[in-house]
């Protein structure tokens, strides 16, 4: 199958369609591919159409974007019919309570597959934004593997990509929005360890470029990649395909899926099985005192 990682650009819109002509662009741009999956907060965009005193504002740029959500839905639905694909939508706040939760959403044959709430929070989010975590991670049956979303800062954490794969996960999904080199690092970091540890696909999806008109999405800075495991079924260092740093565009790679199961079975080293061996790793010894 072929795998499609957007390095995404905000734009402004003063209407829906606009919008709506962009993503279809992108989507066709995409040529083919069988998973398509776009950026953490790449929805965020949307609030350009609350006009310039709302795109400003961190919290009525959230309420904005939410406002749209059944139509950004919809688009994707149509899309995802229209090209025979599975997508992973941009994500964006869903409230859902009084704060919003960062939802993405996978789409295929026209229809809904399932959604992943961000689990762990940012300081920015936390301390500035006011957006919660979600609750529990979901494992979503696709025409193209089992999938697993973790956005973001969520991908620097082992536990959560652990639950996954032992659920079956083939391949994660990893958009990411960063404001920092460091940032971007660090979650592509987590990205590969996730793909070691758990001998899977992973895909990171992150948003480029300067939007100075939002504060929470002002500055953004990665690369698109597609991550495998290095362990004798996957390239030496990894990595399957990557782009160029800060460019917008699609990077994409053909993959056989099979290969997941060949790796947990096969691999010249096996993480994915040996794990629980960590689990009951204690403390033998505090302290190490030497004798003069």
Aim: proline fraction near 5%; hydrophobic fraction near 45%; glycine fraction near 8%.
């Amino acid at each position: 199958m072929k795998i499609a990682a957007a390095a995404y650009p905000f734009d402004w819109f003063d209407d829906f369609s606009q919008y709506e002509a962009k993503i279809r662009h992108w989507v066709a741009a995409a040529d083919g591919a069988d998973l398509m999956v776009f950026p953490e907060y790449g929805a965020m965009e949307l609030a350009s159409l609350g006009g310039r005193d709302v795109a400003g504002d961190l919290q009525l740029s959230l309420s904005e974007v939410a406002r749209h959500a059944d139509r950004v839905a919809q688009l994707h639905c149509d899309l995802s019919r229209e090209h025979d694909c599975v997508i992973l939508a941009a994500s964006g706040p869903h409230f859902a309570a009084e704060r919003p939760v960062n939802r993405a959403a996978l789409y295929a044959s026209g229809q809904l597959l399932g959604v992943q709430d961000k689990h762990v929070m940012t300081r920015f989010e936390r301390e500035d934004w006011d957006v919660i975590g979600g609750e529990g991670l979901r494992l979503i049956d696709t025409p193209v593997g089992r999938v697993g979303i973790l956005i973001c800062y969520d991908s620097e954490f082992p536990l959560l990509g652990r639950v996954l794969a032992e659920a079956g996960v083939e391949i994660l999904l990893v958009p990411s929005c960063t404001d920092t080199v460091a940032g971007f690092h660090r979650v592509r970091i987590g990205a590969m360890a996730r793909a070691l540890e758990g001998q899977c696909l992973v895909v990171q999806a992150p948003t480029v470029g300067d939007c100075a008109w939002n504060p929470a999405i002002d500055e953004n800075h990665g690369r698109a990649a597609i991550y495998g495991p290095p362990d004798g079924f996957w390239p030496e260092d990894g990595i399957v395909a990557q782009g160029d740093m800060d460019q917008p565009g699609w990077v994409m790679a053909e993959v056989d899926i099979a290969r997941v199961a060949q790796s947990r079975r096969d691999g010249a080293v096996l993480p994915f099985a040996h794990w629980p061996e960590t689990t009951s790793a204690r403390i033998i010894q505090a302290h190490c005192v030497t004798e003069l």
